[in-house]
């Protein structure tokens, strides 16, 4: 399973990345090891969708939008290993922790790990950092409903519907 | 000017000094304000602003315009920091030598110093040069006026604008005709 580590530019991102604005919470990765890792990073700024709402006159990231942004780094991981690229990923189960704020003009840097990925289900952990001071966590399991569906029972119904949502 | 240095404004405390809001606010930080003289800060771009799906679709980039727009809202905090300027709203007069030497894509972070030459009557004079990395991406030099300072130094007849026609030369106008006298704009 040991691949070469490679980088990520913002044009690259989008091959792999099924998200796109006002959802995508990454820009760049900056080291992927395909089915392994990922590191990387994304900017906050005042130009952005939540920050007159939350909160006016004290902007912040919200902590879902943090879950968001630490499981797409954990999604590219996956995604760049061979015949993955684009595909939708599910939110199984997200465990997180918030040990400081976010805030416009900060750079979260990410780095994701993948703990297990077997039959369309991944297992990770992602921490976030500003400046080098960890600034949240996550514990998170996901499905890539394309893979996990090849492994249902024939028959089993409430399959995992792909492409309708995206995965949150 | 009067002595006093700003350092590392946030979102909130930028938003006392100048009136631009959200979707049109292009600064992060101001590191540094010297009052009436310069101004240092910094924007991060980052895929989730509103250009970037249009600007364009498979090959992100910052237009021109936001970068413009970026240079002077801290160019805006070389003077708009004065107290007498606090929270006034502001209007171009001109832009020139506008130059961008760098694609900017989202995950740079645009780092700028703005001068401020002369503020006078309303009247704002400077340049603002921007960076990536270190390496110089954009430069602009810039008028902007403040309104609520400027219209107490025109000249006014009982509170009434007095009649007046534009001077046109050659399809442009370069200056107004007031009561028999020309006042031709500054070159």
Redesign the interface.
């Known amino acids: 399973m040991q691949r070469e580590a490679f980088s990520l530019n913002e044009t690259e991102l989008l091959k792999y990345q099924p998200n796109r604005y006002p959802f995508l919470l990454i820009d760049r990765v900056t080291e992927v090891v395909p089915g392994r890792s990922a590191k990387g990073y994304k900017n906050l700024t005042n130009n952005e969708w939540w920050i007159p709402v939350h909160f006016p006159g004290d902007p912040n990231m919200p902590g879902c939008l943090q879950v968001e942004a630490m499981a797409q780094m954990l999604t590219v991981a996956i995604l760049t290993a061979p015949g993955m690229e684009g595909k939708i990923v599910h939110g199984y189960k997200h465990a997180g922790t918030f040990h400081q704020e976010v805030r416009p003009g900060d750079r979260l840097d990410m780095e994701a790990e993948i703990l297990s990925f077997r039959r369309g289900l991944c297992k990770g952990i992602v921490k976030g950092f500003i400046d080098g001071a960890l600034a949240c966590e996550l514990e998170s399991v996901i499905i890539i409903p394309d893979v996990f569906n090849q492994f249902r029972p024939k028959g089993a119904d409430n399959k995992i519907r792909k492409g309708e949502n995206s995965h949150g | 000017m009067n002595g006093i240095i700003l350092q590392n404004l ?3 405390e930028i938003q006392q000094y100048q009136q631009n ?3 049109c ?5 101001i590191e540094e304000a010297v009052p009436g003289k310069s101004a240092r800060g ?9 250009f ?2 249009a600007h364009f679709t ?3 980039n910052v237009p021109g315009f936001i970068q413009i727009e970026t240079l002077t809202q801290v160019f805006l905090m070389t003077f708009l920091t004065l107290p007498e300027n606090k929270g006034k709203k502001t209007d171009f007069i001109s832009i020139k030598n506008a130059r961008f030497r760098k694609k900017i ?5 645009l780092d700028i110093e703005a001068s401020l030459d002369s503020f006078r009557h309303g009247l704002a004079r400077g340049h603002a040069e921007g960076y990536v990395n270190g390496e110089p991406a954009c430069s602009l030099e810039l008028e902007v006026a403040v309104p609520d300072v400027m219209t107490k130094f025109i000249p006014r007849s009982g509170g009434v604008i007095p009649p007046y026609k534009f001077i046109v030369e050659s399809g442009l106008s370069v200056g107004v005709l007031v009561a028999g006298k020309e006042i031709r704009y500054a070159a």
């Open positions: 946030d979102a909130y809001r959200y979707p606010f292009f600064v992060d930080i910094y924007k991060n771009f980052t895929f989730n602003e509103w970037f799906p498979d090959e992100p894509v989202p995950g740079n972070r």
